[in-house]
């Protein structure tokens, strides 16, 4: 059974930087796509970023891209979301997920190619 544990979040000043950390165990690391995503109170969720592990390729949702970078640890099962210049917009809870790619970038998106995801974690970030 794949577990997800998100850890790294926090509070921070607008500017700041805060890097999360996604540690998997019980699945197939190396083969899948680890995804990030944030949901912020009343809205729906966003996605935020992703990378395949297997390749390092990456791609970020447009309010993040030139400010969060993914990267990844093989050798810890673990994926990186380093964040920088965070603006109050970012303050949400962060999950990451596991899934595969299938072919399609859509699918990690809109989080259909995920079927394990964390518990969250919470950024604020103040102004």
């Known amino acids: 059974q794949v577990q997800l544990i998100e850890s790294g979040g926090g509070l921070v000043q607008a500017g700041g930087s805060l890097r999360l950390s996604c540690a998997a165990s019980g699945g197939t690391f190396s083969t899948s796509t680890i995804g990030w995503f944030r949901q912020a109170p009343g809205k729906e969720r966003e996605f935020v970023g992703a990378i395949r592990v297997s390749l390092g390729t990456t791609l970020y949702g447009d309010s993040v891209k030139g400010r969060f970078t993914i990267s990844r640890d093989n050798a810890k099962s673990t994926v990186f979301l380093q964040m920088n210049s965070l603006k109050p917009e970012d303050t949400a809870v962060y999950y990451c997920?596991?899934?595969?790619?299938?072919?399609?970038?859509?699918?990690?998106?809109?989080?259909?190619?995920?079927?394990?995801w964390g518990q969250g974690t919470q950024v604020t970030v103040s102004s």
């Open positions: 997920a596991l899934g595969r790619y299938r072919g399609y970038w859509y699918e990690v998106r809109d989080g259909t190619a995920f079927d394990s």
